[in-house]
Antibody, heavy 116, light 105 residues
């Protein structure tokens, strides 16, 4: 079964850090771009970042540039999102998704809450 | 940057009716447009990619059309399980539209 499973969400204070993980299975992970998409409470979808198969290209939405870093470990079929200097507006469900711009499949999401 | 505008914001129809959802781009995106379905409490699911190609496992009642700036997602005969928010998305800057909420009467 093709799937991706996120972990690492939680409650963090403003200015804090969190590292999200996404474990993939059922497909040739190293052959695909991987992406992170988030959804704030009651809001729509927002693409956050993506990373090329070999990690040589990475792209970020403007609002997270300089604060978030996407990385991957092809030996472990995993992609990560290191989030620093977190703000209240980063509160969201974070989804891991397979693909460069067409996202399929998606994980079930992990909740990040930034609050004091 | 390219902005996607979806209409209507909410659509309320009866089972068996035809649903037509619109997505308009602020400039041409060629055929680089995808549609996703997000049911309440669930992760999004890919329905259509490259404007008109159904993703694996998607029922034939879902179809996509259009190119350039105007796109349409059509559900030919609504089922109760089609209650969801539908998002379009383009390749240029990965932006999503704001979504159309589909309700069943």
């Amino acid at each position: 079964e093709v799937q991706v499973v996120e972990s690492g969400g939680g409650l963090v204070q403003p200015g804090g850090s969190l590292r999200l993980s996404c474990a993939a299975s059922g497909f040739s992970f190293s052959s695909y771009w991987m992406s992170w998409v988030r959804q704030a409470p009651g809001r729509g979808l927002e693409w956050v970042a993506n990373i090329k198969q070999d990690g040589s290209e990475k792209y970020y939405v403007d609002s997270v540039k300089g604060r978030f870093t996407i990385s991957r470990d092809n030996a472990k079929n995993s992609v990560f999102l290191q989030m620093n200097s977190l703000r209240a507006e980063d509160t969201a469900v974070y989804y891991c998704a397979t693909g460069f711009w067409v996202f399929d499949p998606w994980g079930q999401g992990t909740v990040v809450t930034v609050s004091s | 940057e390219i902005v996607l505008t979806q209409s209507p914001a909410t659509l309320s129809l009866s089972p068996g009716e035809r649903a037509t959802l619109s997505c308009r781009a602020s400039q041409s995106v060629s055929s680089y447009l995808a549609w996703y379905q997000q049911k309440p409490g669930q992760a999004p699911r890919l329905l259509i990619y490259d404007a008109s190609n159904r993703a694996a496992g998607i029922p034939a009642r879902f179809s996509g059309s259009g190119s350039g700036t105007d796109f349409t997602l059509t559900i030919s005969s609504l089922e109760p399980e089609d209650v969801a928010v539908y998002y379009c998305q383009q390749r240029s800057n990965w932006l999503f539209g704001q979504g159309t909420k589909l309700e069943i009467k």
